[in-house]
């Protein structure tokens, strides 16, 4: 089993983790209500998808 001949300092450690952040949700406008939502996924203002109304307000 390979084990480490020294140990990893704190900024090569931070170096290599520096690229790990979050990333923004897509986010697309609504074909129907022209609100923002997230890309393939029902319109929470107006219930559409793909110009389909898929939940129906009550």
Do not use: F
Request: hydrophobic share 30%; proline share 5%; glycine share 4%.
């Amino acid at each position: 089993m390979a084990v480490p001949k020294r140990r990893t300092s704190k900024t090569r450690r931070n170096k290599r983790r520096a690229h790990w952040k979050l990333a923004l949700p897509g986010l697309v406008k609504c074909s129907h209500c022209r609100e923002a939502k997230l890309a393939h996924r029902v319109c929470p203002s107006c219930g559409y998808y793909k110009d389909k109304e898929i939940v129906s307000e009550k």
